[in-house]
């Protein structure tokens, strides 16, 4: 049998301790993470848009973003949530806009995006 000088080890308190804070950063990421995942797919459909080509005008542009938006499962956003203008022939499309998601008992996280896309957007 050993002696307890030889054992060594983590504690119940120490291992505890570990799966609480395990379990706070899969909270996290579960609270904050479809939020980022909606802005990288908006981007990404803002950007694919610009590189079609359909900046002609601005009910085009909506049309294609309205489609894009119900084939990717985007609900918490609509097209009418962004800024868009005509500058010199070129369509300009400003996305700022804020994700709330609850994170436990009165505590909210918020997720602030922000973006401008103009005619340079159609090169990337």
Do not use: C, W
Request: charged share 25%; net charge negative.
């Amino acid at each position: 049998m050993q002696t307890r000088r030889r054992q060594s080890g983590m504690s119940y308190v120490g291992v505890m301790f570990i799966i609480m804070i395990i379990g706070g950063a899969i909270k996290l990421i579960a609270a904050i993470g479809p939020a980022y995942y909606d802005y990288y797919t908006i981007d990404k459909i803002i950007s694919a848009l610009y590189r079609e080509g359909r900046t002609a005008s601005i009910d085009d542009f909506k049309r294609g973003l309205s489609d894009r938006f119900q084939i990717n499962n985007i609900r918490d956003k609509s097209v009418d949530d962004f800024n868009y203008s005509m500058d010199g022939g070129s369509l300009v499309v400003e996305l700022d806009y804020e994700s709330r998601s609850k994170l436990v008992g009165n505590l909210d996280l918020i997720a602030h995006f922000q973006k401008t896309y103009g005619s340079d957007d159609a090169e990337e």
